[in-house]
T-cell receptor, first 114, second 113 residues
Framework: DAGVIQSPRHEVTEMGQEVTLRCKPI?????LFWYRQTMMRGLELLIYFNNNVPIDDSGMPEDRFSAKMPNASFSTLKIQPSEPRDSAVYFCASRTGTGVYEQYFGPGTRLTVT | QKEVEQNSGPLSVPEGAIASLNCTYSDRGSQSFFWYRQYSGKSPELIMFIYSNGDKEDGRFTAQLNKASQYVSLLIRDSQPSDSATYLCAVTLSGAGSYQLTFGKGTKLSVIP
């Protein structure tokens, strides 16, 4: 079984540019989570979806960030315009709707905004 | 603000010793507890979960939970250099937040050959 797939793995962009990160959850998983990880703040939940519906976006830092999940197998996280302080590793994770709620992480996207 | 606290380390142990990693949490209603391992430059990988008071063993790993003290720990027996990584404690919130995991900032473990 393929795990969570994220693309791109690395992204370097200039301040002010739009950045789009992509995620494909594990097949059959109905919850999807976007996290950001930095040395200072650790792993922070940005937003999560349940059955493609955004449930809690209180972790989204500001209006520059938006996320969509048009279907069960695809989600995007967009930053527009990007700023240097957005530099971090962005992880996507998914889980099933039953059981003990463990989440499985993708390999992450390392974003550098110059 | 619901918090999960871990000692950032680094925790250094000699090869073959027992490594003890600790975590406290503030949400008394938390139900499920997870330990993730994260190698440098990699994504978090689930090691164990526990939701009942007491001990749960899986190979060289033992998770311990004490809900009254709001404390969860991970013991690694016969530590190996390959265990060197950052260990993240994660906790589900109570109530409407139970879908979410709140992570500690992690404890960096170094196993010295």
């Amino acid at each position: 079984d393929a795990g969570v797939i994220q693309s791109p793995r690395h992204e370097v962009t200039e301040m002010g540019q739009e950045v789009t990160l992509r995620c494909k959850p594990i097949s059959g998983h109905n919850s999807l989570f976007w996290y950001r990880q930095t040395m200072m703040r650790g792993l922070e939940l940005l937003i999560y979806f349940n059955n493609n519906v955004p449930i809690d976006d209180s972790g989204m830092p500001e209006d520059r960030f938006s996320a969509k999940m048009p279907n069960a197998s695809f989600s995007t996280l967009k930053i527009q315009p990007s700023e240097p302080r957005d530099s971090a590793v962005y992880f996507c994770a998914s889980r099933t709707g039953t059981g003990v709620y463990e989440q499985y992480f993708g390999p992450g996207t390392r974003l550098t905004v110059t | 603000q619901k918090e999960v606290e871990q000692n950032s380390g680094p925790l250094s142990v000699p090869e073959g010793a027992i490594a003890s990693l600790n975590c406290t949490y503030s949400d008394r209603g938390s139900q499920s507890f997870f330990w993730y391992r994260q190698y440098s430059g990699k994504s978090p990988e689930l090691i164990m979960f526990i939701y009942s008071n007491g001990d749960k063993e899986d190979g060289r790993f033992t998770a311990q939970l004490n809900k009254a003290s709001q404390y969860v720990s991970l013991l690694i027996r016969d530590s190996q250099p390959s265990d060197s990584a950052t260990y993240l404690c994660a906790v589900t919130l109570s109530g409407a937040g139970s879908y979410q995991l709140t992570f500690g900032k992690g404890t960096k473990l170094s196993v010295i050959p």
